[in-house]
Antibody, heavy 120, light 107 residues
Framework: EVQLVQSGAEVKKPGESLKISCKAS????????IGWVRQTPGKGLEWMGI????????RYSPSFQGQVTMSADKSISTAFLQWDSLKTSDTAMYYC?????????????WGQGTMVTVSS | DIQMTQSPSSVSASVGDRVTITCRAS??????LAWYQQKPGKAPKLLIY???SLQSGVPSRFSGSGSGTEFTLTISSLQPEDFATYFC?????????FGGGTKVEIK
């Protein structure tokens, strides 16, 4: 079964760093892109960017460029989303998702989501 | 960026009703549009890709149409499990963008 399993909920303070994960199974991790999507009540679903684990090619949305870092570790079939200095506005649910084929295709496999809460 | 505008933002309907949701794009892009269903506390689920292709396992009461700048999702006969929020997404060019969502509520 193709699956993406994300790390658990996080509660952090502004200015702290954070790295959340998305572990893939059931398919060739290096052959498919993995994207990240943010969801908030106010802004809905936002596509943050996408990474190709095969060669670590990353495409960021301009809205998130410089705000987060996407990476992947082929040896453990896991993608990561990282913040160096969190803001309260980063409070959201974060999903990883796999496109059907190419990087700009619809997402047919989703992780269960990681809730990130940033509060002083 | 391509802006996606969904309408209506919410709709009240009864079991058995036909429901149509529209998604309009700020610029045309062929047929690279997807529709998702999301229930509270769950991740989105892909229903339709390439504007009109039904994702495997999705009931045939769901259908999609359109191209260019205007797209529709139709639920031919609403079932109790279909009460949820629906999103469109353009899958044509980076950054991919989503519509604001349409909540289908029980009348």
């Amino acid at each position: 079964e193709v699956q993406l399993v994300q790390s658990g909920a996080e509660v952090k303070k502004p200015g702290e760093s954070l790295k959340i994960s998305c572990k893939a199974s059931g398919y060739s991790f290096t052959s498919f892109w993995i994207g990240w999507v943010r969801q908030t009540p106010g802004k809905g679903l936002e596509w943050m960017g996408i990474i190709y684990p095969g060669d670590s090619d990353v495409r960021y949305s301009p809205s998130f460029q410089g705000q987060v870092t996407m990476s992947a570790d082929k040896s453990i079939s896991t993608a990561f989303l990282q913040w160096d200095s969190l803001k309260t506005s980063d409070t959201a649910m974060y999903y990883c998702a796999r496109p059907r084929s190419s990087g700009d295709d619809a997402f047919d496999v989703w992780g269960q989501g990681t809730m990130v809460t940033v509060s002083s | 960026d391509i802006q996606m505008t969904q309408s209506p933002s919410s709709v009240s309907a009864s079991v058995g009703d036909r429901v149509t949701i529209t998604c309009r794009a700020s610029q045309g892009f062929g047929s690279w549009l997807a529709w998702y269903q999301q229930k509270p506390g769950k991740a989105p689920k892909l229903l339709i890709y390439a504007a009109s292709s039904l994702q495997s396992g999705v009931p045939s009461r769901f259908s999609g149409s359109g191209s260019g700048t205007e797209f529709t999702l139709t639920i031919s006969s609403l079932q109790p499990e279909d009460f949820a929020t629906y999103f469109c997404q353009q899958a044509n060019s980076f950054p991919l963008t989503f519509g604001g969502g349409t909540k289908v509520e029980i009348k």
